[in-house]
């Protein structure tokens, strides 16, 4: 239908419209990133906000309402994101006064920013129609933010509606949760989604991109995490880690490049461990398809409870990847161990 901006959302958009004339007050789309619950939940804010609804309930897109929608200024709709949300979506993104100086983007929605909703919350429609407040990511409003948010979910105006948007439900304020009506967005099958990525002219090798991915589309076209390496450093740290053993200290220094950020070198490494451990387990690569030999002649003749010794070592890298007291140390360090713990 209209409603689903890829084809893999049809269902998904279809039970969003048989809420359109029974809005509850909060709806909390969820499903994992790069399945497209972001692009949904605004296609579904602008048909609310269409003025001149097609049949089956969809946008116009010529209307008043949607062009006011299509450049960011429709009075009755609030967009509420995350700094580094906003910076990647090309969004307004208002700091709090108390953040002059601060250089790290924010992934969290902030308590200022459902603050700032006071009057938009007291009006009435500018339009006539009804109003909407978009959030995402959902399940990264912290306590004190969701605190200010959950009050107006209680009782909101009349004709406002809130689409929460969140990639990790678990993530999600129970309070903001049993306040909402939960609507599931699922992957599409690796069938559904190669289809789709061979339409694509930026995807040269879909299955691959696909498998890098874990499964989602949007995240196989375009990083939507900002945690993907440039080409150059992927295949510099592919490279060493195709050594395993044979990883020299001379190569781990050299290899080291300031495009090597902690927070995507830790996924990196945490997919490529979790490939070697399958592997070890007698199941097929996940992610790294194409290294699918390397990857058997590495962890052959290797204990696999010394693999999972490294993967508990790279998910704690990964918890505090955001915060690396010594990036550069954090590298050779995790590296040193790799090597390890594939030395025969």
């Not at 969004?91 to 308590?111: D, F, M, Q, W």
């Not at 006539?128 to 959950?150: F, K, N, T």
């Not at 890298?317 to 790799?338: S, T």
């Amino acid at each position: 239908m209209a409603l689903a901006p890829y084809p893999w959302l049809e269902e998904a958009a279809a039970r969003l419209s048989d809420m359109r004339d029974k809005l509850p007050n909060a709806i909390l789309i969820h499903g994992a990133p790069g399945s497209g619950t972001l692009e949904l939940a605004r296609a579904f804010a602008e048909s609310l906000l269409c003025e001149d609804t097609k049949p089956d309930g969809t946008a116009c897109g010529h209307c008043a309402g949607c062009r006011l929608v299509k450049s960011g200024t429709h009075p009755d709709l609030r967009i509420v994101v995350s700094e580094y949300i906003a910076n990647e979506l090309e969004l307004p993104y208002t700091p709090a006064e108390n953040e002059s100086g601060k250089t790290k983007l924010s992934r969290e929605v902030r308590i200022h920013q459902f603050r700032a909703l006071s009057d938009f919350l007291t009006m009435a429609s500018h339009r006539g129609g009804r109003r909407v407040v978009l959030v995402y990511p959902a399940d990264m409003v912290r306590a004190e933010a969701a605190a200010s948010l959950l009050k107006s979910m209680e009782e909101p105006p009349e004709g406002l509606v809130y689409i929460l948007v969140a990639d990790d439900i678990d993530a999600v304020l129970p309070t903001i949760r049993s306040r909402s009506r939960l609507l599931r967005v699922g992957l599409p099958t690796r069938e559904e989604a190669l289809a789709w990525l061979s339409t694509q002219k930026r995807v040269t090798d879909p299955e691959a991109a696909l498998a890098m991915a874990g499964g989602a589309p949007l995240l196989a076209l375009k990083d939507t995490t900002g945690l993907s390496l440039p080409p150059k450093a992927f295949d510099a740290l592919k490279g060493m880690l195709q050594k395993g053993g044979n990883l020299t200290p001379d190569d781990i220094v050299r290899g080291y490049t300031v495009d090597m950020k902690t927070p995507a070198v830790s996924l990196f490494l945490s997919r490529w461990c979790y490939d070697l451990v399958r592997v070890a387990s007698g199941l097929p690569v996940h992610f790294f398809i194409h290294e699918k030999d390397v990857i058997e002649r590495l962890v052959a003749g290797i204990p696999i409870d010394r693999l999972m010794s490294f993967m508990k070592s790279v998910d704690d890298m990964r918890r505090a990847a955001e915060h690396p007291l010594a990036p550069r140390q954090v590298w050779e360090g995790i590296l040193l161990e790799y090597v390890k713990t594939l030395s025969r």
